[in-house]
């Protein structure tokens, strides 16, 4: 059964790099047949997309996040990464990482809180 | 702003039908994309509810429906239970993009 699970600080401050890790477990990250991504949610609002990457070879970003986001594929961890620079405190939220499939949707992580603030 | 829309609250009694609206346009459900539903209860991670339109996955009672024509996309609930009161959101593509509903909140009354 496949399981993703987020990693990384809970708090950043503003003007720094947000860096999130998700581990995937029970299934191959280099699959061709999915994408992987992340979404957030900011306390008592709506889900927002930031990005997704399909094995290794495409990424696809949020216009309104596209200049400072980077999502990055680690096969041999398993793993894929969110870096988000320049963070203020409108990035805070719970960030999900999910597989992503046109077909079958999104598989989500449990997500984790990230809160920016000095 | 979402790309799609959605109402931001529905509500129903106990045993009751409801339906949630999701509307886009030639960009997103009217091209070929399909619609996925997600179900978000208080605290937790979003479940997928309905994919590919109308499909549910193992597990998911067969109280909730999907449905897609022209732009829009609805789900429907019957026999409505306390334990559906959650929030509800819609997705599909535009192009390359993913996009979301801005969620509906379903209070069971």
């Known amino acids: 059964q496949l399981q993703l699970q987020e990693s990384g600080p809970g708090l950043v401050k503003p003007s720094e790099t947000l860096s999130l890790t998700c581990t995937v477990s029970?299934?191959?990250?280099?699959?061709?047949?999915?994408?992987w991504g992340w979404i957030r949610q900011p306390p008592g609002k709506g889900l927002e997309w930031i990005g997704s990457i399909y094995y290794s070879v495409s990424t696809y970003y949020n216009p309104s996040l596209k200049s400072r986001v980077t999502i990055s594929v680690d096969t041999s961890k398993n793993q894929f990464s969110l870096k988000l620079r320049s963070v203020t405190a409108t990035d805070t939220a719970v960030y999900y990482c999910a597989r992503d499939d046109f077909w079958s949707g999104y598989q989500w992580g449990q997500g984790t809180l990230v809160t920016v603030s000095s | 702003q979402s790309v799609l829309t959605q109402p931001p609250s529905v509500s129903g009694a106990p045993g009751q039908r409801v339906t949630i609206s999701c509307t886009g346009s030639s960009s997103n459900i009217g091209a070929y994309y399909d619609v996925h539903w997600y179900q978000q209860l208080p605290g937790t991670a979003p479940k997928l509810l309905i994919y590919g339109n109308s499909n549910r996955p193992s597990g998911v009672p067969d109280r909730f429906s999907g449905s897609k024509s022209g732009t829009s996309a609805s789900l429907a609930i019957t026999g409505l239970q306390a334990e559906d009161e959650a929030d509800y959101y819609c997705?599909?593509?535009?192009?390359?993009?993913?996009?979301f509903g801005g969620g509906t909140k379903l209070t069971v009354l």
């Open positions: 029970g299934g191959s990250i280099s699959s061709s047949s999915y994408y």
């Open positions: 997705q599909s593509y535009d192009s390359s993009l993913r996009v």
